[in-house]
Nanobody
Framework: QVQLVESGGGVVQVGTSLRLSCAASGRNSGRYTMAWFRQAPGKEREFVAGFSMNGQETAYRHSVKGRFTISKDSAKNTVYLQMNSLKPEDTAVYYC???????????????WGQGTQVIVSS
């Protein structure tokens, strides 16, 4: 089992940046593929960013491509989401997720963090 703890959310203005962090802990936490999801008020949770099957490439939903960057520090078992040029529609609770299966990590991950709120104010 893996525990995920997100941090870095907050209230920011349009066009600014935030970096979210997700630290994984627990037995064999280094074996999990991690991804970011988000859920806006009244909407379903959606995939935001993750890693490819070989772990070397990244994938993003279309609306954040070019503005968000996912990265990882394997030594720290931590994944980051750098969010630039934030827009009001990026307002959501952002969740870190993990699964031992790379495809599941981006679709139906088994483990979730508690979420961190991001509010982009205009």
């Amino acid at each position: 089992q893996v525990q995920l703890v997100e941090s870095g959310g907050g209230v920011v203005q349009v066009g600014t940046s935030l970096r979210l962090s997700c630290a994984a802990s627990g037995r064999n936490s280094g074996r999990y593929t991690m991804a970011w999801f988000r859920q806006a008020p009244g909407k379903e949770r959606e995939f935001v960013a993750g890693f490819s099957m070989n772990g070397q490439e990244t994938a993003y939903r279309h609306s954040v491509k070019g503005r968000f960057t996912i990265s990882k520090d394997s030594a720290k078992n931590t994944v980051y989401l750098q969010m630039n040029s934030l827009k009001p529609e990026d307002t959501a609770v952002y969740y870190c997720a993990a699964d031992t299966n790379v495809i599941a990590a981006a679709t139906t991950p088994r483990y979730w963090g508690q979420g961190t709120q991001v509010i982009v104010s205009s």
